[in-house]
């Protein structure tokens, strides 16, 4: 089912276990949004309602759209964990084709209170229908899907999704604002993509009940609480989804605003609001894209706070280059030619480029690790969970932002506050979810000051328990075998390390065990042992150094006898690792054992490599055979013979 050599994201969509279900999700994401923008445009424009005045018009479908979510994301979820997705996939396209239906004789009637008040109902309907397909949508990647292309599938989704807002948006406010029949081709036009999705739907390959014996609980809210409480026995799993929920709050406030935004600020007609949403389509996808090339194939979270560092930075210009624009001269506003003119509109359009493209590194990766850690049987549910939070956190911005404007506030200072908050949440996630700061410290570091070769990842585990055994050459080993492993590694280090001020603390801060020697503390030496066999019991990564200091000449020094107590406490398998060319380098030791003497003195984007060889069984580890094996690694850059034939005695070092 999982294809672990597939070479690039983009090659998914020329296999089954993938393509028709992009394209199914993709002509979904499109008919959704041709509809709702023509109407959003429709009332926006062209429409006078008294009653739904345009400035909220926007905020008002967005908080019909998603009450669905709060009301039937619990069921969906239980039938996505009890049901085939497949067979699911092809009910809930069949109810798109009913509701278009209905939306289509809305769009072309008469009455405008009718017209309206049964697009409103479509709507909600039309809600239903995502908040069904959801949970499917992120439990059946992980079906099909190996640990090394969750990222690019997800990427790929995302990207393909808001492709289809782009081309949904576009088509929708190009075909209302035709001069005569644009409802009628709207209307023809959200069912024939409905068909289509029909259509494609059928390809969806079968894709198994994770808990078919699941009993519907009916109750949602009992039940979203249940599942709230199982995503939150796995405390980054569940601040994940606070941090997804937080995104969607994000990216609503802005969807929501762009018909107005584009009317009332940028003083642009329908065109140039159909324009802000292909550069925010466009930014986002793109972002998507980046996940997999920046994360090398494995899922990287320190993508997650860079991508928070420019929501903020990027709104918050945005607010500062959409205040104080020219209005536009002889016209009641500016046709797409004349708004591309003016040098002023193209700094508001890369702020939403970028702010939208810093989304997708945000989400991504997110979206990646709940697919990964969430319990298989109770995935769905907790997506599900997850849609609930999500609504929520929009009907919150709807509120808000709503609140705002009818205060007084203009749309740029919702934006500039929407940025400002986003600092603050993001700030407070990280604090509470440190491994998403390491996580982003291993990517700068292997991205800027040194350049990271992975050899052998794939015998970093992605689920069980192991030790991680690797050579000692720098201050920062840790934070390089931390961007190589496809999951968080707890350290086992020198106590000492912790009394640095910036490392020490964020050592502390994910959990890494300090350990001392045994005659100079022997409390702590006890205790760090056992807390190390406590995470291999619980089936996490234990990373260790057996030379037990950094080397001070760059050799690879004898290994002491710490693994076996591990070992023998609680048993795992231990991967060997080396770290390649790290000697020299600004946070190693130089000749003479000092540290750091000139600091950047290999310049920027030095190389190194980690490179990791076949684990070895519990048994067959002896602390000489395993520096047999690390060594092996360290000067031929590849695994050699297996080190348990190496006849070598068994070490009494303790």
Same mark, same amino acid.
């Given at each position: 089912?999982?294809?672990?050599?597939?070479?690039?994201?983009?090659?998914?969509?020329?296999?089954?276990?993938?393509?028709?279900?992009?394209?199914?999700?993709?002509?979904?994401?499109?008919?959704?949004?041709?509809?709702?923008?023509?109407?959003?445009?429709?009332?926006?424009?062209?429409?006078?309602?008294?009653?739904?005045?345009?400035?909220?018009?926007?905020?008002?479908?967005?908080?019909?759209?998603?009450?669905?979510?709060?009301?039937?994301?619990?069921?969906?979820?239980?039938?996505?964990?009890?049901?085939?997705?497949?067979?699911?996939?092809?009910?809930?396209?069949?109810?798109?084709?009913?509701?278009?239906?209905?939306?289509?004789?809305?769009?072309?009637q008469d009455a405008v209170n009718v017209r309206v008040v049964t697009l409103l109902g479509c709507v909600v309907l039309m809600g239903l229908h995502s908040t069904l397909f959801g949970p499917v949508k992120f439990a059946y990647l992980p079906q099909h899907l190996s640990e090394r292309e969750i990222t690019g599938g997800n990427g790929m989704v995302e990207m393909g999704t808001f492709v289809a807002i782009l081309l949904g948006n576009v088509a929708g406010g190009l075909l209302i604002g035709m001069a005569e029949g644009g409802a009628r081709a709207v209307a023809i036009g959200c069912v024939a993509m409905a068909l289509l999705g029909r259509v494609v739907v059928q390809f969806v390959p079968p894709t198994p009940a994770t808990d078919p014996a699941l009993r519907i609980n009916p109750n949602p809210v009992t039940e979203t609480w249940r599942n709230l409480q199982l995503a939150h026995e796995n405390i980054v799993v569940f601040r994940s989804l606070l941090g997804i929920s937080w995104m969607w709050f994000f990216g609503a406030v802005f969807l929501s605003q762009f018909p107005a935004f584009a009317k009332e600020v940028l003083h642009g007609n329908e065109q140039v609001a159909s324009l802000l949403l292909v550069v925010f389509s466009v930014g986002i996808g793109t972002g998507s894209?980046?996940?997999?090339?920046?994360?090398?194939?494995?899922?990287?979270?320190?993508? /997650?706070?860079? *991508? =928070?560092?420019?929501?903020?930075?990027?709104?918050?210009?945005?607010? #500062?280059? &959409? %205040? !104080? +624009? @020219?209005?536009?001269?002889?016209?009641?506003?500016?046709?797409?030619?004349?708004?591309?003119?003016?040098?002023?509109?193209?700094?508001?359009?890369?702020?939403?480029?970028?702010?939208?493209?810093?989304?997708?590194?945000?989400?991504?990766?997110?979206?990646?690790?709940?697919?990964?850690?969430?319990?298989?049987?109770?995935?769905?549910?907790?997506?599900?969970?997850?849609?609930?939070?999500?609504?929520?956190?929009?009907?919150?911005?709807? /509120?808000?932002? *709503? =609140?705002?404007?009818?205060?007084?506030?203009?749309?740029?200072?919702? #934006?500039? &506050? %929407? !940025? +400002? @908050?986003?600092?603050?949440?993001?700030?407070?996630?990280?604090?509470?979810?440190?491994?998403?700061?390491?996580?982003?410290?291993?990517?700068?570091?292997?991205?800027?000051?040194?350049?990271?070769?992975?050899?052998?990842?794939?015998?970093?585990?992605?689920?069980?328990?192991?030790?991680?055994?690797?050579?000692?050459?720098?201050?920062?080993?840790?934070?390089?075998?931390?961007?190589?492993?496809?999951?968080?590694?707890?350290?086992?280090?020198?106590?000492?390390?912790?009394?640095?001020?910036?490392?020490?603390?964020?050592?502390?801060?994910?959990? &890494?065990?300090?350990? @001392?020697?045994?005659?100079?503390?022997?409390?702590?030496?006890?205790?760090?042992?056992?807390?190390?066999?406590?995470?291999?019991?619980?089936?996490?990564?234990?990373?260790?150094?057996?030379?037990?200091?950094?080397?001070?000449?760059?050799?690879?020094?004898?290994?002491?006898?710490?693994?076996?107590?591990?070992?023998?406490?609680?048993?795992?398998?231990?991967?060997?690792?080396?770290?390649?060319?790290?000697?020299?380098?600004?946070?190693?030791?130089?000749?003479?054992?000092?540290?750091?003497?000139?600091?950047?003195?290999?310049?920027?984007?030095?190389?190194?490599?980690?490179?990791?060889?076949?684990?070895?069984?519990?048994?067959?580890?002896?602390?000489?055979?395993?520096?047999?094996?690390?060594?092996?690694?360290?000067?031929?850059?590849?695994?050699?013979?297996?080190?348990?034939?190496?006849?070598?005695?068994?070490?009494?070092?303790?």
């Amino acid at each position: 089912m999982s294809h672990p050599d597939q070479t690039s994201q983009f090659a998914l969509l020329g296999q089954r276990r993938f393509a028709p279900f992009f394209w199914t999700q993709f002509l979904g994401a499109g008919n959704d949004n041709l509809f709702k923008f023509a109407f959003t445009v429709l009332v926006t424009y062209q429409l006078q309602v008294a009653w739904l005045p345009p400035s909220l018009a926007g905020l008002a479908i967005g908080a019909l759209f998603i009450l669905p979510f709060l009301l039937f994301s619990a069921t969906s979820g239980q039938l996505a964990d009890k049901l085939d997705k497949a067979l699911l996939m092809r009910f809930v396209k069949s109810l798109e084709i009913g509701i278009m239906g209905l939306a289509a004789w809305a769009f072309v009637q008469d009455a405008v209170n009718v017209r309206v008040v049964t697009l409103l109902g479509c709507v909600v309907l039309m809600g239903l229908h995502s908040t069904l397909f959801g949970p499917v949508k992120f439990a059946y990647l992980p079906q099909h899907l190996s640990e090394r292309e969750i990222t690019g599938g997800n990427g790929m989704v995302e990207m393909g999704t808001f492709v289809a807002i782009l081309l949904g948006n576009v088509a929708g406010g190009l075909l209302i604002g035709m001069a005569e029949g644009g409802a009628r081709a709207v209307a023809i036009g959200c069912v024939a993509m409905a068909l289509l999705g029909r259509v494609v739907v059928q390809f969806v390959p079968p894709t198994p009940a994770t808990d078919p014996a699941l009993r519907i609980n009916p109750n949602p809210v009992t039940e979203t609480w249940r599942n709230l409480q199982l995503a939150h026995e796995n405390i980054v799993v569940f601040r994940s989804l606070l941090g997804i929920s937080w995104m969607w709050f994000f990216g609503a406030v802005f969807l929501s605003q762009f018909p107005a935004f584009a009317k009332e600020v940028l003083h642009g007609n329908e065109q140039v609001a159909s324009l802000l949403l292909v550069v925010f389509s466009v930014g986002i996808g793109t972002g998507s894209l980046l996940c997999e090339v920046l994360s090398k194939r494995h899922v990287e979270i320190g993508l /997650v706070p860079l *991508g =928070a560092i420019g929501m903020t930075v990027f709104s918050v210009d945005l607010h #500062f280059a &959409a %205040t !104080g +624009l @020219a209005l536009p001269q002889g016209a009641a506003s500016y046709t797409l030619g004349a708004f591309l003119a003016q040098p002023a509109h193209w700094r508001v359009m890369l702020d939403l480029a970028l702010l939208a493209g810093s989304a997708g590194l945000y989400s991504v990766p997110m979206y990646a690790l709940i697919q990964l850690r969430a319990p298989k049987s109770h995935r769905a549910r907790i997506i599900a969970a997850n849609n609930i939070l999500n609504a929520l956190f929009m009907i919150a911005s709807s /509120v808000i932002a *709503g =609140a705002m404007l009818g205060a007084g506030a203009t749309i740029p200072q919702v #934006f500039l &506050a %929407t !940025g +400002l @908050a986003n600092a603050l949440v993001a700030g407070y996630i990280f604090l509470l979810v440190p491994e998403y700061l390491l996580r982003f410290l291993a990517f700068v570091l292997t991205r800027f000051v040194y350049r990271l070769k992975l050899t052998g990842d794939q015998h970093i585990p992605t689920e069980g328990a192991a030790i991680v055994a690797a050579n000692h050459v720098s201050y920062v080993d840790a934070i390089v075998l931390a961007a190589a492993s496809p999951r968080p590694i707890r350290f086992m280090m020198d106590h000492r390390i912790f009394a640095t001020p910036v490392l020490g603390t964020l050592f502390r801060l994910v959990k &890494a065990i300090p350990v @001392a020697p045994q005659k100079e503390d022997p409390v702590v030496y006890e205790r760090a042992f056992d807390e190390a066999a406590q995470v291999l019991a619980e089936g996490d990564l234990l990373g260790i150094f057996p030379e037990g200091g950094i080397t001070r000449d760059g050799m690879l020094q004898p290994f002491k006898g710490g693994v076996m107590k591990i070992l023998e406490r609680q048993p795992a398998p231990v991967v060997p690792v080396a770290l390649v060319n790290l000697w020299g380098s600004t946070f190693s030791r130089i000749e003479g054992g000092r540290a750091m003497a000139r600091p950047l003195r290999r310049g920027l984007f030095s190389r190194v490599e980690v490179v990791a060889g076949p684990a070895l069984a519990a048994a067959a580890v002896t602390p000489e055979r395993l520096q047999a094996a690390v060594g092996t690694l360290l000067h031929t850059g590849r695994p050699g013979p297996d080190p348990a034939s190496i006849p070598v005695a068994r070490s009494s070092t303790p």
